[in-house]
């Protein structure tokens, strides 16, 4: 009623994506913001950084930004170049990312 979203809801989307660089943000009732930086580049989307604010650890919100990312490439046929290590780590425990992530940046 008083129109802050509650605990559970928060939004995933594109803040701008201006040129070639752009960040996945998600915004939960408290308005602190979590961030996924990406680059294009040559028909590949390079996931740079991660950042979720101390206070939002344990909500799943760099997981929940790393999982749109790799959709968000997978349904527009982009390969994906994991340099954020915890990008990287999520996507060594999913196995289904393998056929569209590269490795490296070569």
Not at 21 to 49: G, M, W
Request: with cysteine.
């Amino acid at each position: 009623a008083d129109g802050r979203r509650s605990e559970s809801e928060h939004r995933v989307g594109p803040r701008r994506n201006r040129a070639q660089c752009a960040t996945l943000e998600s915004a939960p009732s408290d308005a602190q913001l979590s961030v996924l930086e990406y680059i294009f580049k040559n028909h590949r989307i390079f996931l740079t950084h991660t950042e979720v604010p101390s206070t939002l650890e344990g909500r799943d919100l760099g997981t929940k930004l790393a999982h749109a990312a790799l959709e968000y490439a997978r349904q527009n046929g982009l390969t994906v170049v994991a340099i954020c290590p915890f990008v990287k780590e999520y996507v060594s425990s999913d196995p289904e990312y393998e056929s569209f992530v590269s490795p490296s940046v070569a």
